[in-house]
């Protein structure tokens, strides 16, 4: 039991991809795909899986809306990994439809939103359909009297239920990657390794600009690098946000760790993610790593120092 | 034709209800129900509609995607009105269904979202079922032979399609609301009333924390105060992130125009979306406007009163 | 010999005023008056005094020079507690000289800066001659054959030399307080009493004002309030300056450590001069020391313990 | 009238040099010695002198006091050039004096603290006396009757005094130099060069660190440099300062002009003290003036037309 791996399905989902990425090891058997994110976090929760799988940002459509609802309100888990997988779209249909036969098309909301300009050029006539997940549709096109004539999905999941490649690269930005998080629960946390990543939610104490600006300089007096910070609404009526942040670094780092707890001094709530390896492939270009003048391990630890000689008098 | 009011249909949305609060003269001919939030920006940018309304933001569920997606990457529209409505959701059915024969509810993905507790409490073992609005929703069900037993949706719309109320006010959140804003094709700006607001997207020229810091400043120095601070990805990849602002203010003003101007030097770029009346009951209370000192527009009329004394030679 | 004081002398000065305000209970054999700042300065270090008490600045000509360059840059000595003086000017001449007949005053410059109103009302005629301090200009002033008529002193000073009041209260400003300073060689610090001072001496790694607003970061990220920042000229050329500060708190608050460890990370230099009981009654109206949102030792404590239970896996 | 020019006096100072240095073609008769700093604020406020040229900061010794005093409190004058002048220090004695003779120095008290360390070395028993100035000394010691035996001063001053040099480049910093301002009566400005420099004089309203950092924002938020920064008490009690700030730019600049009126709004009182040609050989080095992102004239005038093209609804 402790071996079973939870993620958002059903067989054929980006994110099954992401945890074979993750876990290139596990049997295919430990792997347990749920029907919705709400149902990995259960999973994970309840002890019925050691760990989940779920998408948390994409590039194009921004953070996921429950794997945020659930990270930021729900009871706690912590980020141990993270990675992130290019989103390649293809068109699959049952066999025997082509192109032209095409009326009913079913995705997840988000494909669609990344297809649209093909769809809009390609098949403007086509009614589109949104379903749970992209394999939810490739199982749904692949059943027999379905509602729908073909779908947009990842390539694993046309091939898992049998379906037929028509057109492939149809997303609208040949670049879209999808970051993906495993969960576990609260327990100790992976070993810093010298390029790691820390997620916070932060909730501010009073909610205006001057909170926010507060809020960036805990990090950038600590030279500490931000490489994500996304806006949620709290619930609690219209213009009340809270902030989703990623920095450079883990919470066993001096830096980090004097950042964190200048949030939880001055903001109204901080609650922590987690702190795990960065994933090398997206982050190295993206946001380069430059550590600020005095923001190194080795500067806090001399600092560290001095002040101990100052405070016993001996400087 | 110049009257004519574009809104995210079918009839007996909440954008319906939002677009007569905005106009309660219209006529009823003149308001055009359109089949996405992208068709009301087309119609609008074509002419067919002399403005549009549509959903800007949830208090749950955050900025409205495609919205979004519209206002920061298409052909620019203005914004020249806003208005906050209270969500309130209720389920309907067909006559003759009773809350035990609820199998597949329909609704929109916000408002399943919205409803899940109520749903997992109490119809757990219902399907629900996504589709393009809650007013579509309560259409479907109410078309002979169905695919849906009952529909989440305003109460507006269940009567419009001859539904019957099984439950209402079963929303997670009691308070929720949407903002919804009406938009024209580029034009005179309406005039500033004293209470106004002003919406605009900026991308920053370095993708890093500090650059947002930077950006806060340009309205921090001027006194002005944001009310609202969205990311939104930038679909350039992960990590990569634009800022959907609202400031107090119209950019008519002294303070709000020089701010605007130091976004425009340090920023990648700058889009205007549109300065108009501020709805007054929403904002009233949550983000009241503390003007900072030498901030008000008086105070900006002496300061340049007193320089052009200082170059003139005067002082 | 332990029990020696150095001053700035000779007697009948300011300073032995402040050192008696600091040590009521000293024998006046104890006392030892010194020729000037840098005297003082190098009976401390060379051990012939255990304690000295110089002016450190005053209220109308701001820093005291030399004893600015010798914090800054003599070999190290601890500030160990510090003292307001009322600063009130008396002109005395000697017995049978009036008003009419002082046509060479005697006089510190800085007392001559602070009576310069005076002067000009009242005895526009008479020369202004300047001397290492106002009780040696009472001192020469009572000498046969002194080549001035009159001095500028405390009124300790012209008392103990013999000499007779003309005019008091001659200050420009009625408020005037000089605040001095007692020093001694590097050692245990005080004990924090709740309400303690700290100074300290900081070289910019760069010399911009970008550097400076980056100082001040420092202390506000934490919370910690300056009551002082003085530039001095490092002696490097025209625009570089360092910066004398003083900060409310000991170096043994958690909040202050934070901050000089800030500092000592991103500056070129931190000279570290002492933590020592705040003068009660010059600061409470002043600078009241109000501590910001999650300032106080105990929020500092706070937010450690709850790091530590982060760290440790149990959050 | 018109032509005459006052200056710190006797003949021979260093201001007299600073003077020739920017007004090479004066004619000496026009040149008007004045025996103390205020005494040329006077002539020129009096109309008596069309400019007059005062020491304003030394790399060494910081801020001329009186100068400060005069400019921060006194009637206003203009700042309209400025010129940095290399110090390098001289002892000369009267004819027959050798140095092993030297008993008595006279000097300025800034001059005096630049030689102290060569005084120490070299005359350890010669008693120093400070007069007006360093011109004043020579003068002094080549009187009949001396109470001097040697002065320290500016070769021009030994020279024009008769005096025999003992020894030169006693001062402690070799690159020692002085910076001199010259003034007129309130009128039109120097004309923008592309090379200028701006001073102030500001008054916080709020007496706190947070109040400067506020002050520093308003600069940096426009990309205006700042190169210099100095704290002058205000003479209000112990803690009260104001600051003397210089920039590079003209107030004729949108830049510096935007910053000036953000400070004049959210400060206690601003004064502007002129805006010319900068010294073009110390700067240059010192503090290179790196236009920040946005910050040119260019940039500024761009985005003014941006504005004006979107308040005109044509945006």
Redesign the interface.
Known sequence: MRNRHAYLGPEGTFTEAALRALLPDADTEDLVPCAGV?AVFGAVRRGEAATGVVPL??????GV??TM?ELINGE?LLITAEV?VPVEFTLFAREGVDAAGVKRVATH?HAL?QCRRWLAANLPDAEAH?VSSTAAAAQAVAEPGAPYDAAICARIAGERYGLVPLASGIGD?A???T?FVQLSR????PAPTGADRTSMVVFL?D????A???L????????V?????????T???????CFCLDADGH??DAAL??A???L???CADVR?LGSYPRAAD??AD??PFLP????SEA??Q???R??EE??S???
Chains 1, 2, 3, 4 share one sequence.
Request: no cysteine; proline share 7%.
């Open positions: 709400d940002e994409n590039s194009v459509e921004g809306p429950t609802a706690p992130a909301p939103a949104t930005r670049d879209a990657a970051r609260p327990g100790p946390l104490a909610d205006h600009a001057g926010l600006a507060e960036l300089d805990q990090f950038a007096v600590r030279g690098n931000l490489t994500r910070l996304e806006s949620r609404p619930g609690d009526g219209l213009g009340r946000y919470v066993a760790g004097e964190l707890m200048g939880r001094r001055v922590f997206e982050s993206l946001t600020s003048r005095g923001a500067d806090y001399a600092a560290a001095w002040l100052i405070r008098g001996r400087v």
